[in-house]
C-alpha cells in the first residue's frame, strides 16, 4: 500500500494526464491504494480516467533517499562548521594586538613606555600613538593597548580604536579571512536549514531550488574562504 502524503497516481483520459490524490477520489477506491488500470473519478470536472502510475510509494522513497542524503550532508556541515571556527579563533588570536612582552627586558620596557605616555598630555599622547600605528611598532603600540588605564592615561574606547586602526594598517588580510570565514558560516547554517525543510516537503519546488543555490553558494564560500599558512 503506497503511503505518500498522501498516495497520488497519473490517471489519463483521452491524452489528457492529471496527478489527483486518495482524498480527490469518489469511486472505485476501496482504500488509500492505487493501481495501475485502476478506473478512477474526480468529484469535480466530470473528470475521471484510467491509473497509469503510482507515486505514493516514490514520494516516500524520495523521503527516505533524501534523508540519508541528509544525514552524510550534516556531518560534512558539521566537520565544516568546526573547522570554520576554529579558523576564526586562530584569526582572532592574531587580531588581538600586538604579542604581549615574555622576557623581564621586555616587561621592563612595556612598563616605561606606558609611565611615558602617561606623562604626556593628551595631544602628544595621540602623535606618539598615531607615530607607532603607522610604524608598526609593536613594543609602544601593545605596551598602550595591554596596559590598563590608570598606567597609561588611555581609556578603553582609545584602547579599542587603536587596535582597530593596527589591525586595518597591519592585519588587513587576517580581517577580510575572517569576514569571509563569517559569511560562509552564516551561508552553511542557511543551507543546511533549508535542506532539512526540503527533506520534510518534496513537493516545493521553490523551496528546492533555494535549497540548492544555498547550498551551492555556502561550498563556493567556504572553499574560498580557507586559511593558508
Known amino acids: 500500500m503506497p ?35 485502476q478506473t478512477v473519478k474526480l468529484p469535480f470536472g466530470n473528470f475521471h480516467g484510467v491509473v ?11 523521503k527516505a533517499v533524501n534523508a540519508r542524503l541528509l544525514e552524510q550532508a550534516t556531518r560534512v556541515v558539521d566537520a565544516a562548521d568546526k573547522r570554520v571556527k576554529a579558523e576564526i579563533a586562530a584569526l582572532d588570536a592574531k587580531l588581538a594586538g600586538p604579542p604581549a612582552p615574555k622576557d623581564q627586558a621586555a616587561i621592563l620596557m612595556a612598563q616605561e613606555i606606558r609611565s611615558a605616555l602617561a606623562r604626556m598630555n593628551d595631544a602628544d599622547r595621540r602623535k606618539a600613538l598615531d607615530a607607532a600605528v603607522e610604524a608598526g611598532d609593536d613594543v609602544v603600540l601593545g605596551a598602550a593597548i ?20 593596527w589591525q586595518k594598517k597591519h ?5 577580510d579571512l575572517r569576514e569571509r570565514l ?11 536549514g533549508l535542506a532539512i525543510k526540503y527533506t520534510g516537503d518534496l513537493t516545493d519546488s521553490a523551496l528546492v531550488e533555494q535549497a540548492r543555490a544555498s547550498a551551492a553558494a555556502a561550498r563556493d564560500a567556504i572553499a574560498s574562504a580557507t586559511v593558508t599558512s
Do not use: C, W
Open 3 to 37: 503511503i505518500g502524503y498522501p498516495p497520488d497516481a497519473l490517471i489519463t483520459r483521452n491524452g489528457t494526464t492529471r496527478r489527483i490524490s486518495t482524498a480527490a477520489v469518489t469511486t472505485a477506491v476501496a482504500s488509500a491504494t492505487f493501481t495501475p488500470g
Open 52 to 62: 497509469v502510475r503510482d507515486l505514493g510509494e516514490t514520494v516516500v522513497e524520495a
Open 146 to 165: 595591554t596596559g590598563p588605564s590608570i598606567l597609561t592615561n588611555i581609556g578603553p574606547a582609545e584602547r579599542a580604536a587603536r587596535l582597530n586602526a
Open 171 to 175: 592585519k588587513s588580510s587576517e580581517l
Open 182 to 192: 563569517e559569511k560562509a558560516k552564516a551561508a552553511m547554517q542557511h543551507a543546511a
